[in-house]
């Protein structure tokens, strides 16, 4: 049974920074793309930030490039994000995502969510 479990959310000020971490088990985690995406309240879920099963790629929403940092931990069976410079547009609930890329990724597993809420 394939579970992935989000964990690190939690309330930070603007400018903060706050690393949230994503423990997947029951499946081949090295040949899975993983990717983080957000859902704030009121907006439709959207796309953070992927990298694949190597790590020799990642890809950034441009919302949060430059800020966020995606890397993965295939002994640990581990994807992080590390968020830099937070805003207040970030505040959503996080939720991480594997999927297999054929050649476009449909992600097929999904964690419950972390929620991160920046203040002022």
């Known amino acids: 049974q394939v579970q992935l479990i989000e964990s690190g959310g939690g309330l930070v000020q603007t400018g903060g920074s706050l690393a949230l971490s994503c423990t997947a088990s029951?499946?081949?985690?090295?040949?899975?793309?993983m990717a983080w995406f957000r859902q704030a309240p009121g907006k439709e879920r959207e796309f953070v930030a992927a990298?694949?099963?190597?790590?020799?790629?990642?890809h950034y929403a441009r919302s949060v490039e430059g800020r966020f940092t995606i890397s993965r931990d295939n002994a640990k069976q581990a994807v992080n994000l590390q968020m830099n410079s937070l805003e207040l547009e970030d505040t959503a609930v996080y939720y991480c995502?594997?999927?297999?890329?054929?050649?476009?990724?449909?992600?097929?597993?999904w964690g419950q969510g972390t929620q991160v809420t920046v203040s002022s």
């Open positions: 029951g499946l081949t985690f090295s040949t899975y793309v």
């Open positions: 995502a594997a999927g297999v890329a054929t050649p476009e990724v449909e992600y097929d597993y």
């Open positions: 990298i694949t099963g190597t790590g020799s790629r990642v």
